[in-house]
């Protein structure tokens, strides 16, 4: 015989020529020279020596252990006084009862969705990535979710956690920003056959993510068709001369024209706009001669105009100095005082004769 002595918080398996005999608790024992006993302890997870099924088929061992059955579809998630200690594949696995608190969230991984109620901070662990798909929507969009290419609900702006498995799950995100098409460079003919590039930029907003994603293909490639098509339809209507003279009315005809059909796409027309007209080098010459001619026209018809004042205001004064000798002679002492104003000195000569040609111009004759 021998003494054997379990301490508190172990657990001693007893085998008699390699078969199990029965399980022995905190204490001393007597056991036959030929036993083994296999001491664990109870604070760690119970990894037999021989199979678990053999063992559990004695009631007092199987008492004291909880035991795990993880199938194939499913993970074990371990907590710990309430905290998380591991994730369990698929197995069989015991615990020790009574030292820890043990408890175990069965998760079937063949779903989608995390519905297990597993808190979200335990899923952000690095321990679940190998078993979590995490994706995200930003809060200027919205996201269409779709399971095994079907749509199966609208995604608003937040974090999302599904299980990964040989489902095909994907998202596709819309954003619900105010964005922008521009038609850079698009080459039209005028309704008398003159090219023009157009620069053209239309603001739109997404409004319906199921017309957007679903029922359209490619909707910002349609949308773009469109105000090509909007923008020929309007140009090729009128000559050079009249669309230069009704350019402005061109982002009003395109708006008008958008409205209905984009609401088809999922999408709402906010505004839209020229931002170019590009004429021909030939042409842009033409318009410039045109514009020199024009203008130098104007120019000389108020130069015309002018000349016409002034003779019409030098006529006017002759006939008042006519009719009027003393405004004469105002006239002659302001063109002598303006002489004057140009000259430093005078030396006259010739005697009593030239203060008398000053006196007959001073003076006004009676």
Not at 41 to 63: C, G, N, Q, Y
Not at 70 to 80: I, M, S
Not at 133 to 148: A, P, T, W
Not at 253 to 265: N, Q
């Amino acid at each position: 015989m021998k003494r054997v002595r379990i301490n508190e918080g172990k657990v001693g398996l007893v085998f008699r020529n390699g078969n199990y005999r029965k399980v022995i608790t905190a204490g001393a024992y007597w056991l036959w020279i030929t036993d083994e006993v296999f001491i664990y302890d109870m604070a760690r997870p119970f990894e037999p020596k021989t199979d678990l099924d053999i063992l559990l088929k004695d009631e007092a061992l199987k008492s004291m252990l909880t035991v795990v059955d993880v199938k194939d579809t499913q993970l074990a998630v371990q907590f710990e006084k309430q905290n998380f200690k591991a994730i369990l594949k698929s197995g069989i696995y015991a615990f020790w009862k009574g030292l820890k608190d043990y408890s175990f969230v069965m998760v079937d991984i063949t779903k989608v969705d995390i519905t297990e109620g597993i808190n979200i901070e335990v899923v952000n662990r690095s321990e679940f990535l190998p078993y979590v798909r995490v994706c995200k929507i930003e809060s200027f969009e919205k996201g269409v979710l779709f399971i095994d290419n079907k749509m199966d609900r609208i995604l608003t702006p937040g974090q999302y956690y599904f299980w990964k498995n040989a489902r095909n799950v994907s998202i596709s995100n819309v954003d619900l920003r105010q964005l922008q098409i521009e038609v850079s460079g698009q080459e039209i003919l005028t309704k008398d056959k003159a090219a023009l590039r157009v620069n053209f930029n239309t603001q739109y907003k997404v409004i319906d993510v199921v017309k957007a994603l679903i029922n359209n293909k490619d909707y910002e490639r349609q949308l773009y068709v469109l105000v090509q098509l909007a923008l020929r339809q309007y140009i090729g209507g009128f000559t050079l001369d009249e669309l230069l003279a009704k350019k402005e009315e061109i982002s009003e005809f395109v708006f008008e024209t958008l409205k209905d059909k984009a609401g088809v796409l999922g999408v709402s027309i906010l505004g839209c706009g020229v931002k170019d007209i590009i004429l021909p080098g030939e042409v842009k010459d033409i318009l410039n001669q045109v514009l020199i001619a024009q203008k130098k026209a104007e120019a000389n018809v108020i130069t015309r105009r002018e000349e016409t004042a002034s003779t019409r205001s030098l006529l006017n004064t002759a006939k008042l100095m006519e009719d009027n000798e003393m405004l004469f002679k105002l006239k002659e002492m302001e063109y002598v005082e303006k002489i004057a104003d140009k000259i430093n000195t005078i030396s006259l000569s010739g005697g009593n004769q030239m203060i008398d040609q000053l006196r007959d111009i001073f003076t006004p004759g009676k």
